[in-house]
């Protein structure tokens, strides 16, 4: 096969900055997604209807001329979050989903939830109007070594919290290891995850091959190889519940390559051909438009793109440093590497 067409697909995990950064970066995901869940992870965080659509209205007066890219906003959750102020933010339809960020689990997560329990009113609500809770699945606590933070967060706050709220729809974002993946597998219909492509294609050794790469450093951090295995294998499975979510995270080059360089990958632009790559070479090239097109909307209960995008096979080298309308750089997950497929230009 040297040519794919697939409905066009949607990144259901992305964080887009604010400013000259989210102007910079946008156009890479507009460009190949029609759709994407956009982070409220901003200083300070999008905790209300009004600032949501604030922030929407900046994403879309950004966008290139034609692009017809649409952004889905979500509400940061705090402690105080309040479940009739949140239901009505779904209801006017400028909430999709509500993002539940332990406290100080990654960036800009300091305003998070202390505690889930104290949810459980909100989460209630969810529940009753069909709202998505996404969850950053980490433990924060200093006592968990932080290649466990994932599977500790599994067994003692989200298997207890879906088990008192088992009609609420959870996406477990970024999933990093192989108990993410069995919580989903065996889960209800309700239970689904989104992967990136570092996760598939980095474990943690990569951090630290010939010194620390800090351009490898994201939260979730990237795990042992058989936790790499597992999620690689769940997403190009064909699994209804496992589906794309780049979590692109931009960071300039001087936050990245700091005494305390900041987590997060920006991937956004080759993140379609990288993928692709992944089920190429684990010759699952049938199910990449399930899990890049069809899979998401499904769960969220939203229509599927009725446009489509092709992909050639075709080896090219992805740009390692990206310039940005502030002066600063990027520098791209893959950059310098060369990929087996290119999307085709409209």
């Not at 309040?82 to 239901?87: E, G, I, K």
């Not at 993002?99 to 909100?122: E, F, M």
């Not at 790499?228 to 080059?253: I, K, M, N, Y």
């Amino acid at each position: 096969m040297d040519q794919l067409t697939i409905t066009r697909p949607d990144d259901w995990h992305l964080h887009l900055r604010d400013g000259a950064m989210m102007e910079s970066v946008l156009p890479y995901t507009a460009k190949q997604f029609a759709r994407a869940i956009v982070m409220p992870n901003l200083t300070p965080p999008v905790t209300t209807a009004e600032m949501a659509k604030g922030y929407r209205d900046r994403i879309l007066a950004a966008l290139p001329e034609g692009s017809d890219f649409q952004p889905l906003m979500t509400c940061y959750l705090t402690d105080d979050t309040a479940p009739d102020d949140l239901a009505q933010g779904h209801a006017d339809g400028i909430f999709t989903a509500a993002k539940l960020y332990p406290a100080n689990a990654t960036t800009n997560s300091a305003a998070g939830v202390t505690d889930v329990r104290k949810l459980d009113p909100v989460l209630k609500r969810m529940a009753e109007i069909g709202m998505p809770l996404l969850v950053h699945g980490e433990v924060t606590g200093p006592k968990v070594d932080i290649f466990d933070r994932e599977a500790v967060f599994i067994e003692t706050v989200l298997t207890p919290m879906v088990e008192r709220h088992p009609s609420l729809k959870v996406v477990l974002e970024h999933i990093t290891t192989g108990q993410a993946v069995e919580f989903v597998e065996t889960g209800g219909h309700n239970v689904a995850a989104t992967v990136t492509p570092q996760h598939m294609i980095i474990n943690r050794n990569d951090i630290f091959k010939g010194g620390i790469r800090p351009h490898l450093y994201c939260l979730p951090v990237a795990k042992r190889e058989r936790h790499r295995l597992a999620v690689r294998t769940a997403a190009v499975s064909g699994h209804p519940r496992f589906f794309l979510g780049t979590d692109s995270a931009p960071h300039t080059l001087g936050a990245k390559e700091s005494a305390c360089g900041c987590a997060g990958i920006f991937n956004a632009p080759a993140a379609l051909e990288t993928y692709l790559n992944v089920f190429d070479q684990e010759d699952a090239l049938e199910n990449f438009e399930g899990f890049a097109s069809l899979h998401g909307p499904r769960f969220y209960g939203l229509p599927v793109n009725e446009g489509k995008i092709t992909l050639r096979r075709e080896s090219w080298m992805v740009e390692e440093d990206i310039d940005t309308k502030s002066g600063d750089k990027l520098k791209a997950f893959m950059g310098g590497e060369e990929l087996g497929w290119r999307l085709v230009d409209a």
